[in-house]
């Protein structure tokens, strides 16, 4: 059976036109699922794609907090060769409605498309949101390919067997007709009326396993039987394979930050695991920020401590606030105007509220903590302020909160080096042009008030290195690891 490739529903009079011309080549491109209107709050992980600012609609499916997977043939100029689909913004204006099986309802969320990861050889691409989607459960991927004969479920926003323009949900069950490559071939099971049609591309196709959801395929091609102003009764359809592309889905769709959700909680006890950092909300009541390799440097902190059993909530108004036990707070981002805020805490180690819709990518923040990772080279003149790290491969570098500049072991977090200068709430390091490297108390500076120094203000240029073998090395300007001119160490090699 020969499919022609889909093309998404075009919003505007020109589809009459364009559908009639297609019609009288016999097969046409999928769009929307012809069945059962969807019950509320069902199937939530499916979204409806709106492109141009109405030119063009099509479906799609949520497979983390802020991606989503569809038909690449969507974003294409000529939805019949998705392969001139480029990685990056989108052309023209994108947004995605989650959550909202009703488009008519307020319920779940609308959020922009701010980039694009095309798969060359297939009508798929995974798009990046400009903020995150809260209180939708993903679909999961499935990671083996369905085999014939079994059944699945098809949803999709597109047109129905008597609606142009549906504004709700709906599905069907199909059945599997066969396995190809990169595509699965698919029919209508039940109800009769069955078929993707125009507006489901890109919608999802998935085994429902329990309460999980597992996708496994992407509406792409379509005879669209049964759809409004088609006169097809065949109901095939073709999907895009996504089992045996999972692991290159994963990574183009990987994120960046862990979050915290209005109304979410970390409890006494608990923590959020990004990356590499680790934000907990210790027993004695101080919210902290540490490496997973050197969970006794804290990076950033509260200090709140001495609160035994506090938590900390993220508000539905914005603001994130450590309380008692009791419930008084005592700690806040003074964040309170900004309604539906969430907080990240990042792959560069910053913790940042963001407003309702931003993100790292689209900006919109209205708090931080200024907790950033840096190079493992610092340069001359630069300073290394309170909370900022870097790293090597067996060592973890931190100016901590306490004023103390430590050096910790990945292997098993052992303390191996530090400044002594614990006592300096705040303080921060700096590598003096002079070829000195100091710490100096919050507040101070230019060779006044100096808690620490490496004594080497004979060395103009002088760059630290941290290396990898985990040896903390001053250099002449004109050395460096490898090379010599080493004139200040911790002989520290991990």
């Known amino acids: 059976m020969q499919f022609k490739r889909p093309r998404a529903a075009w919003m505007t009079s020109v589809l009459a036109t364009a559908v009639a011309g297609v019609c009288a080549l016999g097969t046409v491109p999928a769009n929307a699922v012809v069945g059962d209107p969807v019950a509320d709050g069902g199937y939530a992980f499916t979204a409806r794609l709106d492109i141009g600012d109405g030119k063009r609609s099509c479906s799609a499916a949520l497979i983390n907090p802020t991606w989503v997977i569809t038909a690449a043939s969507c974003f294409a100029a000529d939805p019949a060769d998705p392969s001139t689909v480029t990685a990056g913004k989108p052309k023209d204006h994108a947004v995605i409605t989650v959550g909202r099986t009703d488009l008519g309802s307020q319920t779940g969320v609308s959020v922009d498309v701010i980039d694009l990861k095309p798969r060359a050889d297939r009508d798929l691409v995974v798009a990046r949101l400009a903020g995150p989607v809260f209180g939708v459960t993903p679909v999961t991927l499935a990671d083996t390919a369905p085999a014939v004969g079994d059944t699945l479920r098809a949803t999709g926003y597109g047109r129905t067997q008597d609606e142009w323009v549906p504004n709700r949900l709906h599905g069907a069950a199909v059945t599997v007709k066969s396995t190809a490559a990169t595509t699965v071939g698919i029919a209508a099971k039940a109800p009769a009326t069955g078929a993707i049609c125009k507006g489901d591309t890109g919608g999802p196709t998935f085994r429902e396993n329990g309460a999980t959801a597992v996708l496994a395929g992407i509406h792409s091609l ?225 060779g006044v008030g100096s808690v620490w120094s490496s004594g080497t203000f004979w060395s103009a240029g002088a760059f630290m290195k941290l290396q990898d073998d985990g040896n903390l090395v001053i250099y002449k300007e004109e050395g460096g690891e490898g090379v010599g001119g080493a004139i200040w160490s911790t002989n520290t090699f991990a």
Request: hydrophobic share 35%; aromatic share 10%.
């Open 222 to 446: 379509s005879w669209q039987g049964g759809c409004f102003g088609s006169t097809e009764t065949r109901t095939d359809a073709v999907e895009s394979r996504v089992d045996d592309i999972r692991q290159w889905i994963l990574d183009s769709s990987s994120v960046d930050q862990a979050l915290l959700g209005p109304g979410a909680r970390l409890a006494s006890g608990q923590t959020l695991a990004g990356r590499d950092l680790r934000l907990t909300m210790r027993a004695d009541g101080n919210l902290t920020l540490t490496h997973k390799n050197a969970p006794n440097g804290i990076i950033w902190a509260t200090g709140t401590g001495g609160n035994a059993g506090a938590y900390a909530e993220m508000q539905p108004d914005g603001n994130f606030v450590v309380y008692t036990a009791d419930k008084h707070p005592i700690w806040n981002t003074a964040t309170w105007s900004s309604p539906g805020g969430y907080l990240s805490l990042q792959d560069d180690g910053n913790i940042v509220v963001y407003k309702k819709g931003g993100g790292p990518l689209s900006g919109g923040a209205a708090w931080g903590a200024g907790s950033t990772r840096i190079g493992s080279t610092i340069g001359s003149g630069q300073p290394v302020w309170s909370a900022q790290w870097t790293e090597s491969k067996s060592t973890v570098l931190i100016m901590q909160r306490d004023g103390n500049f430590a050096l910790y072991r990945k292997s098993d977090g052992a303390h191996l080096w530090s400044t002594g200068t614990y006592a300096s709430t705040f303080g921060y390091f700096v590598m003096q042009a002079d070829g000195n490297a100091v710490v100096y108390p919050a507040g101070q500076g230019n």
